[in-house]
């Protein structure tokens, strides 16, 4: 029998039979895995509440030949407050997309989680703004999947004018106002905009979510990671537009 005890967070369920589940969890110690949750619909099943998405747990799994099935679990963070707020529960919804869709199943994630974990913390127990959290969250996302983006100056000539940047998703990186003609398509940005990028690129994770920004700049910071995404990952994500009809 081998058995794998690994903390992680639920970020896909699917009712299956009568009282299961089927799990796609992000552990700590084995990536993104699916799991059998046995009777864990059941109201006095100990898996209950644990298997739930968003609930962050520590697992005890079987390892099968095709599924990993969940033993037991012991719950470390359940992350209520988003399920109690319809903002926060669909910004947390399109962040667990995200990650679904891109990490590959059994790839080592341990930035990927600890990136989740803190994004998820701060949307729960803060009032401040989901939605910078939420950009924060996939701009440095890129960034730890190997796409971040070239902020340190302009891609192009080097200069380091930060006054007069624009954002080339075709070059990957800013552009100075000289070299803005390399690429007609590249979103100008405010300095306020350029400098936020450079620090959720190049900071400390611990200090991450600690800024604030104007509604312009969160609305310049929004058009770039939906591009970005898109261009990148080849889909469109449309959860966040159903907030829009609010
Ligand atoms: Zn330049």
Sequence with gaps: MSYVKTDGIIIKEVNTGEADRIVTILTKNRGKISAFAKNSRRPRSNLVAGTQIMCYSNFVLFKGRDMYTISSCDVLEPFYGLRCDVFKLTYSAHILEL????????????????????????????????????????????????????????????????????????????????????????????????????????????????????????????RVTKRFIKDRFDKDYKKLDFLKSL
């Design 99 to 222: 990650v679904n869709d891109i990490i590959q199943e059994e790839q080592p994630a341990v930035k990927t989680l600890q990136l989740l974990l803190n994004t998820l913390h701060f949307i729960d127990k803060t009032d401040r703004s989901s939605e910078l959290f939420t950009r924060i969250f996939e701009l440095r996302f890129l960034s730890i999947l190997g796409y971040a983006p070239y902020v340190g100056g302009c891609i192009n000539c080097g200069s380091l004018e930060t006054d007069k940047m624009s954002f080339s998703f075709k070059k990957c990186g800013f552009l100075c106002n000289s070299c803005t003609i390399e690429d007609i398509n590249a979103q100008a940005l405010s300095i306020g905009a350029a400098k936020a990028i450079y620090y959720i690129i190049h900071c400390n994770i611990k200090d991450l979510f600690s800024f604030e920004v104007s509604d312009s700049v969160l609305e310049e910071l929004s």
